[in-house]
């Protein structure tokens, strides 16, 4: 999340929230307008357009870039990656490393990124807090074992295990910048807090979720909640927090220079609601690693009779992640209750763990819940669903797993909001969206349920083309590396 605690003077309390009620209702009722207006409109068919391939590369002016840096053509002449121009010298601000077995998304997207970039030759020092749940000699030894030379350099400030204190990062900063000036900065979010990035002229911070795009999610979590069940404490504030939230943010992220967006909706939104000058907005969306995820079918079947589904399945539905109602589970829960009676050959894989794997226990022999799962054996449950399901309530960022079933050749169903329309469904072939209700997700589930486990086939095959030109941790890591040397020295921003 994109947030945090500035500390403003008080107004006195009646002037606040007479005046955020006032704005909670305006923005309420434009900013949908406002994303209808703009949202799809020149990134889409840009995209399109580049969908298979920008075959004679792109030449142009990067800053003025207004689609994902991703999908430009950076591996010039026969699919040769040449070496970067100049070897640059990194500083990195993430509030944690991973080191466990299963990281978070912002974490992967750290470890993905920077050990990329070590690779290319650049020199990366990452400052974070200190390693959690391993044992000291193997912090010790990533510490001290690393020259910089095709791995990145982690400075663990002092403290306790995960706890992240931006100031003693922020000394170790000064301390290696003295020894060598540092060419660019990067923060993960608010690693780093915009008074310290004010003084950055070099700065860029990469969004995982900003709060106008928490707006949305506010108004459908609340939506679906059913009449019976009292609003909690805890979510009703948030819901009323969240428009003094946008207005904060937009106030603070001036304070960063360059701003990366993980999706072409968040870049519209930091450009027009944001107010961020073109220039120092880019959108480039996390890539994820293609030796993890692709396409392997005799591995799908394998995994598919391991685990009971009969072989004259007509439609199989995937879901992974954790089985929370944020995730939007009640509303699948209705939906697939209702198609499984009237299709008694569709079957739902539920990979994940959470308050809701006991109900879906209970659906009955269409329903087969795995329990949590490692990302090796994630690679199998992808390739042996026929659709991956995504019901969420929480647009922030964009869910990984949806480009990881891309990249295993398999279609989408998700719900229809900015970041997925205009990043990974912007052709009707990718899949199916719906709005976050139980009737609008059955009637897609009606739908898929029609064509069958071939049509899915059919649309995998797009999907997977579609993935593998955008969505490689590779090309991430070259769309970074172009920003990089374009903060450096301006004449790298124009593309040969
Ligand atoms: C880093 O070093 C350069 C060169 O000495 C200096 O100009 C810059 O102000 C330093 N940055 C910070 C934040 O200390
Ligand atoms: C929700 O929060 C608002 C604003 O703080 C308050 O006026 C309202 O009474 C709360 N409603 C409930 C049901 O807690
Ligand atoms: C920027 O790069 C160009 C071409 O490599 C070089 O001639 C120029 O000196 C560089 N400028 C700075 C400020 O480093």
């Known amino acids: 999340m994109a947030l945090h605690n500035t500390k403003p003077k008080k107004p006195t309390l009646s002037l606040k929230s007479k005046l955020s009620t006032t704005l909670f209702f305006t923005v309420l009722f434009t900013v949908p307008t406002f994303l209808l207006l703009h949202a799809p409109v020149a990134p889409l068919c840009a995209t399109l357009s580049g969908a298979t391939g920008v075959a004679d590369g792109w030449s142009g002016d990067l800053r003025a870039a207004e689609f994902s840096w991703n999908r430009l053509e950076f591996a010039r002449g026969a699919g040769r990656r040449l070496p970067p121009p100049v070897k640059l010298r990194v500083a990195v601000f993430s509030r944690k490393w991973p080191v466990g077995p299963a990281p978070g998304g912002m974490e992967r997207h750290a470890r993905t990124l920077y050990g990329a970039l070590a690779r290319r030759g650049h020199m990366v020092h990452v400052f974070t807090s200190p390693l959690e749940s391993v044992g000291k000699e193997v912090v010790k030894s990533t510490l001290e074992g690393s020259s910089g030379e095709g791995e990145p350099i982690i400075h663990c400030h002092e403290g306790e295990p995960g706890k992240w204190r931006y100031n003693k990062a922020w000394e170790q900063f000064e301390e290696e910048n003295r020894t060598k000036p540092f060419d660019v900065v990067h923060t993960e979010s608010v690693a780093l807090p915009h008074w310290l990035a004010v003084k950055l002229p070099n700065l860029a911070v990469t969004w995982h979720g900003i709060a106008l795009e928490s707006v949305h999610s506010s108004i459908y979590q609340e939506l679906i909640r059913p009449p019976s069940e009292p609003i909690s404490p805890v979510f009703n504030h948030s819901l009323f927090g969240v428009i003094p939230k946008v207005i904060k943010e937009i106030k603070f992220f001036q304070n960063y220079q360059h701003h990366i967006a993980i999706s072409d909706s968040c870049g519209e939104m930091l450009r027009d609601v944001y107010q961020i000058p073109n220039e120092r907005v880019h959108v480039i969306v996390n890539g994820i690693d293609d030796s993890d995820f692709g396409v392997d079918l005799r591995l799908g079947t394998e995994f598919r009779t391991r685990i009971g589904v009969p072989g004259n399945a007509r439609l199989v539905l995937g879901v992974a992640g954790r089985l929370v109602k944020d995730k939007g589970h009640p509303l699948l829960f209705e939906a ?161």
């Open 336 to 496: 697939f209750s209702m198609i499984k009676e009237k299709h008694s050959d569709v079957y739902l894989v539920v990979a994940g763990s959470g308050p809701w794997q006991q109900r879906y226990e209970e659906l009955g022999h269409q329903v087969i819940v795995l329990g949590s799962m490692k990302p090796a054996e994630l690679r199998a449950f992808y390739n042996a669903i026929d659709i991956f399901v995504n019901p969420t309530l929480r647009p922030q960022g964009l869910d990984l797993t949806l480009m990881e079933a891309l990249m295993s050749g398999k279609p989408l169903m998700a719900s229809r909001f900015p970041s997925i329309k205009g990043t990974l469904l912007v052709d009707d072939e990718f899949g199916f969206m719906f709005a976050p209700n139980v009737q609008s997700l059955a009637t897609a589930l009606e739908a898929a349920v029609a064509e069958g486990s071939n049509g899915m086939r059919r649309r995998g095959k797009a999907c997977q083309t579609f993935a593998a030109s955008m969505f490689t941790a590779g090309k991430m890591a070259l769309a970074y590396e172009r920003l990089f040397l374009c903060i450096k020295n301006e004449t790298f921003c124009i593309y040969p």
